[in-house]
T-cell receptor, first 113, second 113 residues
Framework: GENVEQHPSTLSVQEGDSAVIKCTYSDSASNYFPWYKQELGKGPQLIIDIRSNVGEKKDQRIAVTLNKTAKHFSLHITETQPEDSAVYFCAASIGGGSYIPTFGRGTSLIVHP | NAGVTQTPKFRVLKTGQSMTLLCAQDMNHEYMYWYRQDPGMGLRLIHYSVGEGTTAKGEVPDGYNVSRLKKQNFLLGLESAAPSQTSVYFC????????????FGPGTRLTVL
């Protein structure tokens, strides 16, 4: 089955810096890669996603890049703010159908004011 | 529109006791999922459903049962709770079309003594 590795497990940055979280996957058939943000005491919430026919996608301060050849994708957050502090999860799946994603183990992002 | 709700929010059980966790969604979604989240382990799929009256096993189904008698509800049962089932449980739902976004509930924190 699919295996998703996520790094780093903890990331500490100063407000205004950029943050990058990286994930690798094993199943070349995977074609849908969402990123979730989980704030303390809440459920994960989708923040951005990318499909395998696209190399990069941006939404204001966040962006995701995908390298299908190398089987890795990354989340980029620019101009970080304290409210960006949360746990971020990547996932990979074959989109559509019953959609069973495999999640990474999460990255705890801490943004210091 | 409440989205995905979970009942209860917290619960403490003794080993061997049983309980049912309720997940409800008001978005008319076809697919529903139960996950458990343990420190450093990401989200692991317990069971899922692709429509009313259907259920299927996920990655870690042992010790759990589920039912989806109504489209809007997905119940997770523990017949004889064990300390290894101490975890935070999340329910998620997803539309039945090509949209791949999962919507998560706020979680249930379960402790088994």
């Amino acid at each position: 089955g699919e295996n998703v590795e996520q790094h780093p497990s903890t990331l500490s940055v100063q407000e205004g810096d950029s943050a990058v979280i990286k994930c690798t996957y094993s199943d070349s058939a995977s074609n849908y890669f969402p990123w979730y943000k989980q704030e303390l005491g809440k459920g994960p919430q989708l923040i951005i996603d990318i499909r395998s026919n696209v190399g990069e996608k941006k939404d204001q301060r966040i962006a995701v890049t995908l390298n299908k050849t190398a089987k890795h994708f990354s989340l980029h957050i620019t101009e970080t703010q304290p409210e960006d502090s949360a746990v971020y999860f990547c996932a990979a799946s074959i989109g559509g159908g019953s959609y069973i994603p495999t999640f990474g183990r999460g990255t705890s992002l801490i943004v210091h004011p | 529109n409440a989205g995905v709700t979970q009942t209860p929010k917290f619960r403490v059980l003794k080993t061997g006791q049983s309980m049912t966790l309720l997940c409800a969604q008001d978005m008319n979604h076809e697919y529903m999922y139960w996950y458990r989240q343990d420190p450093g382990m990401g989200l692991r799929l317990i069971h899922y459903s692709v429509g009313e009256g259907t259920t299927a096993k996920g990655e870690v189904p042992d010790g759990y049962n589920v039912s989806r008698l109504k489209k809007q509800n997905f119940l997770l049962g523990l017949e004889s709770a064990a300390p290894s089932q101490t975890s935070v449980y999340f329910c998620a739902s997803r539309p039945g079309g090509p949209t791949d976004t999962q919507y998560f509930g706020p979680g249930t924190r379960l402790t088994v003594l």
